[in-house]
T-cell receptor, first 114, second 115 residues
Framework: GDSVTQMEGPVTLSEEAFLTINCTYT??????LFWYVQYPGEGLQLLLK?????DKGSNKGFEATYRKETTSFHLEKGSVQVSDSAVYFC?????????????FGTGTRLTIIP | EAGVTQFPSHSVIEKGQTVTLRCDPI?????LYWYRRVMGKEIKFLLH????????ESGMPNNRFLAERTGGTYSTLKVQPAELEDSGVYFC?????????????FGSGTQLSVL
């Protein structure tokens, strides 16, 4: 079945550091890929997505590129801020006629120190 | 517009007791999903409602879990009897039928602790 493997946390960085959170996937079909973020006390929010190979999703300074050849969707940001502290989840979904349930990774807790 | 609302936000119960979690989706959203994150592991799909019908309940772990969505509005997830391994965060999400996952909205979850 489908699965998502993401970098173990927690990750602690200083403000303005470069961030990479690795994510690889296994899927039977041709999935869409997502990064979700959960800020303290809040629900999951979609951060960015990509629906086909070589697509780059971007939002709030974060980027991730859909790499079919390496089955990866690594999350990057050039200069992190304290407000980026959250738990980040990589996820995929396969087309399924309106039942596109998500398969998530284990989540990576990110803490940014001023 | 109100988001997806879940309550309680936290629940602490003893093994063998019953707990009922509630999810109020965004008004007009016929899709309703339940997910669960156990002990810091991956978030796993439990089931999917379209209105009051169960579209997919392949992720329900066993028959101690019962999900309902009478009238196609709010949903409840009952765990009876609760076991230690049921501890975790239970998320609800909703969307309009036909919308892709970028239009999926999550609640903030119910933290369930079974002692």
């Amino acid at each position: 079945g489908d699965s998502v493997t993401q970098m173990e946390g927690p990750v602690t960085l200083s403000e303005e550091a470069f961030l990479t959170i690795n994510c690889t996937y296994t899927a039977t079909g041709y999935p869409s890929l997502f990064w979700y973020v959960q800020y303290p006390g809040e629900g999951l929010q979609l951060l960015l997505k990509a629906t086909k190979a070589d697509d780059k999703g971007s939002n709030k300074g974060f980027e991730a590129t859909y790499r079919k050849e390496t089955t990866s969707f690594h999350l990057e940001k050039g200069s992190v801020q304290v407000s980026d502290s959250a738990v980040y989840f990589c996820a995929l979904s396969e087309p399924n006629f309106g039942n596109e349930k998500l398969t998530f990774g284990t989540g990576t807790r990110l803490t940014i120190i001023p | 517009e109100a988001g997806v609302t879940q309550f309680p936000s936290h629940s602490v119960i003893e093994k063998g007791q019953t707990v009922t979690l509630r999810c109020d989706p965004i008004s007009g959203h016929d899709n309703l999903y339940w997910y669960r994150r156990v002990m810091g592991k991956e978030i796993k799909f439990l089931l999917h409602f379209v209105k009051e019908s169960k579209q997919d309940e392949s992720g329900m772990p066993n028959n101690r879990f019962l999900a309902e969505r009478t009238g196609g509005t709010y949903s409840t997830l009952k765990v009876q009897p609760a076991e230690l391994e049921d501890s975790g965060v239970y998320f609800c999400a909703s969307s309009q039928v036909g919308q892709a996952n970028e239009k999926l909205f999550f609640g903030s979850g119910t933290q369930l602790s079974v002692l």
